[in-house]
Nanobody, 121 residues
Framework: QVQLVESGGGLVQAGGSLTLSCAAS?????MGWFRQAPGKEREFVAA????????YYAESVKGRFTISRDNAKNTVSLQMNSLKPEDTAIYYC?????????????????WGQGTQVTVSS
């Protein structure tokens, strides 16, 4: 079993930055971040392989967000820069059961409780 706890969400003005962190208990493989805005489906944001050597991003965040992990501390982070109002959502950390990173949320059996990110215009 893997348990995930996110932190770092909050309110920020457009153009600002936030860093989300996810602390995991248990052995983790690939990790990902997803988000869900009100009235919308949960969507992929970023993913990182077990080794950290491969990363993937949604087109909407590419160049603005950076995913990273520290396997010694069993944590994964999402650095978010140049935030836009459309980035407002609940952000979820997820752990996959595979070594490779995936954009498919159905390949992530473990989820955190989510952290709210609100970007004001």
């Amino acid at each position: 079993q893997v348990q995930l706890v996110e932190s770092g969400g909050g309110l920020v003005q457009a153009g600002g930055s936030l860093t989300l962190s996810c602390a995991a208990s248990g052995r983790t493989y690939a990790m990902g971040w997803f988000r869900q805005a009100p009235g919308k489906e949960r969507e992929f944001v970023a993913a990182i392989s077990r080794s950290g050597g491969a990363t993937y991003y949604a087109e909407s965040v590419k160049g603005r967000f950076t995913i990273s992990r520290d396997n010694a501390k069993n944590t994964v982070s999402l650095q978010m820069n140049s935030l836009k109002p459309e980035d407002t959502a609940i952000y979820y950390c997820a752990a996959a059961s595979t070594l490779y990173a995936s954009m498919n949320l159905y390949e992530y059996p473990y989820w955190g409780q989510g952290t709210q990110v609100t970007v004001s215009s």
